[in-house]
């Protein structure tokens, strides 16, 4: 153990770990890829797929090249994690957070299958964080995505006055309150939908700014309030990083006295 000073007035985008859910044909994956390739500029990358998923074919044409893994089993993930650790990588993107709690499940109970007692879901959730957490050990920079589901969460019901008919939130499609706590786990979570406006164009933006309605969260000094565009093509991760960058920077009264 160790005690380590570090000032708290930094602004400084070093590390960032972010989650992505949205429902399917979105563009999730596309986005991974086009983050990967502006990321690759500074150093190592790769590209997790966890089997099942398997949707790498729409990033085919970005010249990524040979930078994906498949994993099957939890050992896979120690044995990968253990690899890029040394191999000091600059960022990774994992599709999807839906197949590592899978991984989880099968190691938990032999076969995929959710948890059926109390016991099972406390056996559950400690691994599930447990993996969650060496995700951060993994690269400076992460972004993971996941299908996304309604899910009753607890709290925002308690907060929106336990209505009659409270339909939930649109959260990951996770395990029981692994749906909401995910959350915890990362610095950004957003919301990405995507919108056919005339049938050649399709307009994709990304939520970040809180919500009763979304799952979101944002670990930030000030907060993303507006939605963020992703053009098609390239260009995707470029804007999500302006606009972090641009939260990052000190306010024009704070910065006139510095």
């Known amino acids: 153990m160790a005690r380590t000073r570090f000032n708290l007035d930094l602004r400084t985008l070093d590390r960032l770990l972010i989650l992505v859910h949205g429902n399917y044909a979105v563009g999730k994956t596309h986005l991974q890829g086009d983050f990967l390739l502006e990321e690759a500029q500074h150093g190592s990358v790769v ?3 966890t089997k099942g998923e398997d949707g790498y074919l729409s990033i085919a044409n970005l010249g990524l090249g040979e930078i994906g893994e498949t994993i099957e089993t939890y050992q896979d993930f120690l044995d990968l994690h253990a690899d890029y650790r040394k191999k000091g990588l600059r960022a990774f993107a994992l599709d999807s957070i839906v197949g590592l709690d899978d991984i989880v499940l099968t190691k938990l109970f032999g076969k995929l299958r959710r948890p059926e007692n109390p016991d099972e879901w406390n056996r559950f959730h400690m691994e599930a964080n447990n993996i969650h957490t060496m995700l951060r050990e ?12 309604v899910s ?3 709290v925002a019901r308690a907060e929106a006055g336990n209505p009659t008919g ?4 649109v959260t990951p499609n996770l395990p029981g309150a692994q749906a909401s706590s995910i959350a915890a786990k990362f610095d950004l979570v957003g919301h990405l939908t995507a919108e056919m406006v005339s049938p050649k164009v399709i307009k994709r933006k990304v939520t970040f700014a809180p919500s009763r309605r979304l799952l979101t969260r944002q670990r930030l000094p000030a907060l993303i309030l507006e939605d963020i ?3 098609d093509g390239r260009g995707g991760w470029l804007a999500i990083k302006s606009a972090i960058e641009q939260v990052l920077q000190p306010a024009a009264k704070e910065a006139a006295t510095q």
Request: net charge negative; hydrophobic share 50%; no cysteine.
């Open 229 to 231: 565009t992703i053009p």
């Open 152 to 154: 009753v969460d607890a």
């Open 47 to 49: 590209f997790i797929n």
């Open 138 to 149: 993994l690269a400076p920079f992460g972004l993971a995505v996941a299908s996304s589901d």
């Open 166 to 169: 409270f339909q939930g939130r």
